[in-house]
């Protein structure tokens, strides 16, 4: 049932611990016909067309290691089934880190689940998408050629930008083994100011008056009211109440930037009628 999708459960699960194995997989697969799933830990299980026939679940779970990290050059390549989150930490010791914050992180999403969904999170404001961080790949075809695009250098593309084709394909074009990533120093420090609006014409020109502003921002979110609410009790802080439209500015930089520039986001978001 965990490799289930849509209700349809795979005949077979396989756990391939090396690109060799899941080419040979594919090869076997093809020359008997069977449909191929592949996945990380299924937290996108709920995106694309409907499953009709699942006869291999092909998990890459295994395949979970840094190969590198070129840190004074701020790129890393790492195999697929590695989730974000151990990703993250083992970037963490040269004080650097992959800047999305997809959903279902915290549920074990792999790094190819991210690509292969397309998932970037707010900070996409700032840094860009998935698609702008992702530089070099290996995939594994149907057939079981390996195929590899891009390099492990930031400025690498003549031509077609092969691997963007992979980001947002859910699969269908090959098993995501290897990826490497553009990387960005962790910020020193951040903030996030949460605001309440009483229509949703005050919180629209606000959003107007911040991308025109000099903030530099790194997210910049509309809420419900109810998750505005979680974010300011996990904050410690009284939320807002105005309104049913509110919006998160999230500042990460050096602290003296964050804190002067938050101040500067308030008085935008104030001038426009919130309560922050």
């Known amino acids: 049932a965990e490799f289930s999708v849509g209700g349809v459960a795979p005949r077979i699960v396989l756990f391939p611990g090396t690109v060799e194995e899941v080419s040979e997989i594919m090869k076997a697969a093809t020359r008997d016909s069977l449909s191929v799933l592949p996945m990380g830990s299924n937290t996108k299980r709920g995106l694309g067309d409907a499953v ?5 679940a092909l998990s890459v779970k295994r395949l979970n290691k840094i190969l590198e990290h070129e840190s004074a050059d701020m790129v890393a390549t790492a195999e697929c089934g590695m989730t974000l989150a151990a990703f993250q930490e083992g970037l963490g010791g040269k004080r650097q880190f992959l800047p999305v914050d997809p959903p279902h992180a915290a549920s074990g999403a792999t790094l190819g689940g991210i690509i292969a969904s397309g998932d970037s999170g707010p900070e996409r404001l700032r840094y860009g998408t998935t698609r702008e961080l992702l530089i070099g790949m290996k995939a594994v075809r149907a057939d079981g050629s390996v195929f590899s695009g891009g390099a492990k250098v930031v400025k690498n593309v003549a031509g ?15 098993v995501l083994v290897e990826a490497t990533f553009r990387l960005y120093p962790v910020p020193e420090f951040s903030r996030t100011c949460i605001a309440g609006f009483g229509s949703l014409e005050d919180s629209q020109a606000a959003v107007h008056a911040l991308l025109n502003s000099d903030v530099v921002m790194t997210s910049l979110e509309h809420l419900t009211p109810a998750l505005a609410e979680a974010a300011a009790e996990r904050a410690g802080i009284p939320p807002a109440k105005r309104g049913s439209y509110h919006l998160a500015v999230r500042i990460a930089n050096v602290e003296k930037a964050v804190r002067d520039q938050t101040e500067l986001v308030r008085g935008i978001l104030k001038n426009h009628g919130a309560e922050t």
């Open 52 to 56: 009709a026939r699942a006869d291999i």
């Open 160 to 174: 077609y930008d092969l691997p963007k084709l992979f980001v947002g394909s859910l699969g269908t074009l090959g």
